[in-house]
């Protein structure tokens, strides 16, 4: 999901870099939960959020919320915060969960949004930007709130073309807002 969001922002002709928040749990714990392999993208340190004019989160939802890996990285943020280091940037969500019902609209609404708040950041949704989202063709993710998929209970669901066309709409819907606040 996170290619198909860096897809279509770099089709809006912006830089688009991808990171992952640092892991908290041990390995052992991991391999109990079925979590995928990491990826090899860097992990992101709270100060770097300053440089970008945007962010859009993936978030692999854990009960209808964020996985506490995120949490804590959120949590580091409050020297960023004390010196209104995020005011009037963009933030956006992305997510994926086990199942319908696992809480994507939740996810953006008491995890990202109240972080995007407080910080003075702007809410970018998606929207309903693509009609896709409404689609009966096939069981999908996504919702106004942002992108979505699901990734079954044990997480061996990848995400379709119709998730990833749907991503890539919010990509690039996001960075053309972004570019226009970044002014």
Do not use: N
Not at 60 to 80: C, V, W
Not at 109 to 126: E, K, S, Y
Not at 137 to 146: I, L, N, Q, T, W
Not at 164 to 182: N, P, V
């Amino acid at each position: 999901m996170a290619d198909a969001i860096a897809e279509g922002a770099k089709a809006a002709g912006v830089q688009c870099d991808i990171y992952q928040v640092a892991e908290t749990l041990p390995d052992e714990v991991l391999k109990k939960m079925h979590a995928p392999p990491k990826t090899k993208d860097p992990i992101i340190e709270s100060s770097k959020l300053a440089e970008y004019d945007g962010f859009i989160f993936g978030v692999s939802g854990r009960y209808g919320s964020i996985p506490a890996q995120l949490k804590a990285f959120m949590d580091s943020t409050g020297d960023l915060w004390q010196k209104g280091a995020l005011v009037g940037k963009s933030c956006g969500v992305f997510q994926s969960t086990g199942s319908q019902g696992g809480g994507q609209e939740s996810i953006a609404l008491t995890g990202i949004v109240p972080f995007a708040t407080h910080h003075g950041m702007v809410f970018v949704p998606l929207g309903c930007r693509d009609a896709s989202i409404f689609s009966f063709d096939e069981p999908h993710g996504s919702s106004p709130y942002g992108a979505g998929t699901y990734a079954g209970p044990t997480g061996e669901r990848q995400p379709s073309d119709l998730e990833k066309g749907i991503a890539k709409t919010q990509g690039k819907s996001f960075a053309q807002i972004t570019k226009k606040l970044a002014k």
